[in-house]
């Protein structure tokens, strides 16, 4: 089946020496991996950028939905990023999301809100200087399409991890009272809000609280290996 569709690209894997197999979230057919034969060699090594993490792609690509890797017809750039490939900044915080989504994004479903809400993202932090929070708010809207965002229907003193509520009751899986404080002022915030309402530190405490909620709600989840380069880089 011939497929012509915008594509993120969500992590890139070389096989062998000249070849690679690159994960896609794409905007009609949802999860799929692609091999690139010769990906290093001849005028395929012109395009070679193309698959860095997050950028953002219009393909033409055969997909045959037999859980098997596909391949691309055509690819070109949809976006030609003008800042986040040269800010040392954005380019971490491209690599940390794009594991994030890597260890999330599991399902071979359509889900053009997710994509639509992630392309909206990726071009917003290349068109802004003032990026401090957005990988804090992207995880945090990232949850909504996967289907665990908190419930702010209850303006409670603790924050409860497995059930996504806010309650009076201190249980084992709360937050303390001090970081229930510090999500509510998170859920408040968009990419467009103040960048300096918070500290570095407090940043910290909210990115280890978000990388917790996603590993108690998707199994398998793994923190990100940049990781620690993204606090560097905020700390």
């Not at 890797?69 to 971490?92: G, H, P, W």
């Not at 392309?119 to 804090?136: K, R, Y």
Request: charged share 25%; net charge neutral; aromatic share 12%.
């Amino acid at each position: 089946m011939l497929v012509k569709t915008k594509a993120i690209v969500i992590s890139s894997l070389r096989y062998q020496e000249k070849s690679l197999i690159v994960k896609c979230f794409t905007r009609e057919a949802g999860l799929k991996s692609y091999f690139v034969r010769n990906a290093f060699a001849g005028k395929s090594a012109q395009k070679i950028a193309y698959f860095q993490p997050l950028t953002l792609l219009e393909i033409e690509a055969v997909h045959k939905n037999k859980g098997t890797l596909e391949n691309f017809r055509e690819i070109k750039l949809a976006t030609a990023y003008q800042t986040i490939n040269t800010d040392v900044v954005k380019s971490t915080i491209i690599l940390f999301v794009s594991e994030v989504l890597h260890h999330s994004i599991k399902e071979e479903e359509r889900n053009e809100d997710l994509f639509a809400f992630l392309e909206t993202a990726l071009h917003w932090l290349d068109a802004h200087d003032e990026v401090a929070n957005f990988h804090l708010i992207l995880l945090l809207e990232t949850s909504k399409f996967l289907g665990f965002y908190p419930d702010v229907s209850q303006e409670n003193r603790f924050f409860e991890m497995i059930e996504g509520i806010f309650t009076e009751d201190h249980g084992i899986s709360c937050l303390s009272e001090t970081e229930t404080h510090l999500l509510k002022r998170l859920l408040r915030h968009k990419f467009g809000s103040d960048q300096k309402v918070f500290s570095a530190n407090e940043r910290q405490i909210l990115l280890k609280i978000l990388l917790d909620y996603y590993s108690v709600h998707l199994d398998g989840f793994r923190k990100p290996k940049s990781l620690e380069v993204l606090r560097e880089v905020f700390a």
